[in-house]
């Protein structure tokens, strides 16, 4: 499988409230105020969940050297426990992670207000 597959959009709605959700704490500031200026530059190689890459811009790389800023777990629709992360590189978010906890398919993000951090 491919580390990931192009695919170019604005980030959705859904997508941003998720990433404003798990940055929301001041140590988080300088990530959260990037929210506003990213774009979808890749999506996971598997093809079928939710996971993506950020970029300021299309024209950006994703960056599969990241490391995990925070991560949170909840259920989805599908009553999936899904890990959901946020991975940063070089001072900025790189990609929107969703992990499998239970060992199923992933097709959608948990609401937010059934995410929980990990380690908490």
């Given at each position: 499988m491919e580390y990931c597959i192009e695919h170019k959009r604005e980030l959705n709605e859904e997508e941003k409230k998720i990433l404003r959700h798990?940055?929301?704490?001041?140590?988080?500031?300088?990530?959260?105020?990037?929210i506003e200026s990213l774009c979808v530059i890749a999506r996971c190689g598997c093809g079928r969940c939710p996971t993506i890459m950020l970029g300021e811009s299309y024209k950006d790389e994703?960056?599969?050297?990241?490391?995990?800023?925070?991560?949170?777990?909840?259920?989805n629709s599908e009553g999936e426990?899904?890990?959901?992360t946020v991975?940063?590189?070089?001072?900025?978010?790189?990609?929107?992670?969703?992990?499998?906890?239970?060992?199923g398919d992933i097709n959608s993000w948990p609401p937010?207000?059934?995410?929980?951090?990990?380690?908490a």
């Open positions: 798990l940055l929301s704490q001041p140590e988080h500031d300088l990530y959260f105020n990037q994703p960056k599969p050297s990241g490391h995990n800023l925070v991560q949170y777990y909840g259920t426990v899904v890990g959901v991975m940063v590189a070089s001072g900025k978010i790189t990609e929107l992670e969703a992990s499998s906890f239970s060992g937010t207000m059934n995410l929980v951090p990990v380690n």
